[in-house]
Every structure is written in structure tokens, then in C-alpha cells.
């Protein structure tokens, strides 16, 4: 079993939709989750980061984690035909390992 | 402030051979960590790299080496170079002490194939 499951998609979405973006782990050392976007050729951007379980919102975005069920989630407001990217989701332990899941691909078309 | 660049960014090199693929990170970042992603899959842990010390390695065997220097700036090193070497690699840069090393940012990357 991977450490940390995503769905791969692809996700097509209509402009101006609520994404939900989501991801299942099973290491319980993560103490850290991250959610990165990843254009085509392009290194990972850096969205949120989380640390402990709860929300936190950033703009268009909102990042959830529940540790009691190990599972965390990206959500997108408004999407805009910009924000077709891959969304990578990883867990992070307190030296700075990041495991990541395989990335979801998601096409938001006008 | 300066990003995370990575060098070269392309590059064909035929198996058995060695590379050498640098990075210099990011201003007022002192930690440094590789990653290799191959196409369709996320990034996988190679190594960390804290004050020219490996702090900490993921499942990748010796052929894979690195260094960091006084500048931060780092190095992979990867010998007897095989087929399934092929992917990007990301070189990620992260602020503050190796323990609170979580938050990265990633370099471009450079696209390495093995012929």
C-alpha cells in the first residue's frame, strides 16, 4: 500500500466550479500536509500547508485535513481555465520528507 | 528574491554513464532536498542536504550521491546511469533548521533521459 493515495482523475471541470481535490494516507508520522500545483514541465508550486487537522483557506482555496481518518482535502472556488494543472498532495514528517500521492490532473474549460 | 534554478535542464546521456545535476537555492534557504519524479507519478525522497550533511534518504541505492556546499548550493550525483533513471528530477529548497524542513520549493527541474 502506497503511503499516500490520490486519485489520478483526470477531473474536467466547467469554469467557475467548486473542486474537491482529495487524498487518503496511511503514515501516522505525518505531522505536515502539503498541496502543490504542478504545471506541464514545470517544477511543483507550493499552495498550502497544513499541521494539524482543521481547515485553512488561502483565497480561492481551502485545505482540510482529518487525521482521524487520515484524509485530506483541496478545495477550489470560482475555478478559472488557470488553474489546469496537476495537484499533488503530500504528507511530511518533522525532518522534511515529503511523501507525495501520484497527482490529480484537472482541466477547469471554459 | 531569488528562486530555486536548476541546471541544465535538459539532458540525454546513455546508460552505464555518470551525470551531475546542480541546483542553487533559494535566497535565505540553508536545506536542500532531491526528489525524481517520473512521468505520471508524484515526486519520490532521494535525499536532504543540511549544513553539507545528508539528513535523511529515501529508498534510492548509492549510485545516487550528493554534496552541498558553503552556499547552499547542492549536487546530485548519479553513477552507472540505467534505463529506468529517466524522469525529472527536483531539487526543492526549504528555510530555518532541517527539523522544520517541510516547507519546499521546487526548482524547474531537469529533465534527464537515458538512451
Known amino acids: 500500500q502506497k503511503e499516500v493515495e490520490q486519485d489520478p482523475g483526470p477531473l474536467s471541470v466547467p469554469e467557475g466550479a467548486i473542486v474537491s481535490l482529495n487524498c487518503t494516507y496511511s503514515?501516522?508520522?505525518?505531522?505536515?500536509f502539503m498541496w502543490y500545483r504542478q504545471y506541464s514541465r514545470k517544477g511543483p508550486e507550493l499552495l498550502m500547508y497544513?499541521?494539524?487537522?482543521g481547515n485553512k483557506e488561502d483565497g480561492r482555496f481551502t485545505a482540510q485535513v482529518d487525521k482521524s481518518s487520515k484524509y485530506i482535502s483541496l478545495f477550489i472556488r470560482d475555478s478559472q481555465p488557470s488553474d489546469s494543472a496537476t495537484y499533488l498532495c503530500a504528507g511530511g514528517t518533522s525532518y522534511g520528507k515529503l511523501t507525495f500521492g501520484q497527482g490529480t490532473i484537472l482541466t477547469v474549460h471554459p | 528574491e531569488t528562486g530555486v534554478t536548476q541546471s541544465p535542464t535538459h539532458l540525454i546521456k546513455t546508460r552505464g554513464q555518470q551525470v551531475t545535476l546542480r541546483c542553487s537555492s533559494q535566497s535565505g534557504h540553508n536545506t536542500v532536498s532531491w526528489y525524481q519524479q517520473a512521468l505520471g507519478q508524484g515526486p519520490q525522497f532521494i535525499f536532504q542536504y543540511y549544513r553539507e550533511e545528508e539528513n535523511g534518504r529515501g529508498n534510492f541505492p548509492p549510485r545516487f550521491s550528493g554534496l552541498q556546499f558553503p552556499n547552499y548550493s547542492s549536487e546530485l550525483n548519479v553513477n552507472a546511469l540505467e534505463l529506468d533513471d529517466s524522469a525529472l528530477y527536483l531539487c526543492?529548497?526549504?528555510?530555518?533548521?532541517?527539523?522544520?524542513?517541510?516547507?519546499?520549493?521546487f526548482g524547474p527541474g531537469t529533465r534527464l533521459t537515458v538512451t
Open positions: 526543492a529548497s526549504s528555510p530555518g533548521a532541517a527539523q522544520s524542513s517541510y516547507e519546499q520549493y
Open positions: 503514515n501516522s508520522a505525518f505531522q505536515y
Open positions: 497544513t499541521y494539524s487537522s
